[in-house]
């Protein structure tokens, strides 16, 4: 498997199951509050926006990179509903499944 994505709402459990998946596998665990903390230039006309996708190019930048490195079973949770929409087309052609609180998707 290349990606486990973990989607879900607040306290559904998503950080104890990707962190037990990632204990099973042994691949990686990437949450996307995981990027690191960052100023927004004052010349930003929508902050909110910026942030978001500042957030979002760089989780895919980081999954991107450990699958070139050969690394597998790649857990990635806490995708806002938006994005979600967005990893089939990203993702094509990958070995993943999306799992959100009703089961895989």
Same mark, same amino acid.
């Given at each position: 498997m290349?990606?486990?994505?973990?989607?879900?709402?607040? @306290?559904?459990?998503?950080?104890?199951l990707?962190? =037990? &998946? !990632? %204990?099973?596998?042994?691949?990686?665990?990437?949450e996307?509050?995981?990027?690191?903390?960052f @100023?927004?230039?004052d010349?930003?006309?929508?902050? =909110? &926006? !910026? %942030?978001?996708?500042?957030?979002?190019?760089?989780?895919?930048?980081?999954?991107?990179?450990?699958?070139?490195?050969?690394?597998r079973?790649i857990v990635?949770?806490?995708?806002?509903?938006?994005?979600?929409?967005?990893?089939p087309?990203?993702?094509?052609?990958?070995?993943?499944?999306?799992?959100?609180?009703h089961?895989?998707?």
């Open positions: 290349d990606y486990i994505f973990i989607i879900g709402p607040s @306290a559904v459990g998503k950080t104890t990707a962190k =037990g &998946l !990632f %204990e099973h596998y042994r691949g990686v665990l990437l996307q509050n995981m990027v690191p903390e @100023a927004i230039p010349q930003i006309d929508d902050p =909110g &926006l !910026f %942030e978001e996708t500042l957030c979002w190019e760089n989780v895919l930048l980081q999954l991107r990179f450990f699958h070139e490195k050969g690394l079973n990635a949770a806490d995708f806002d509903d938006i994005r979600v929409r967005e990893l087309l990203i993702f094509k052609g990958s070995d993943y499944i999306i799992w959100g609180p089961g895989l998707m």
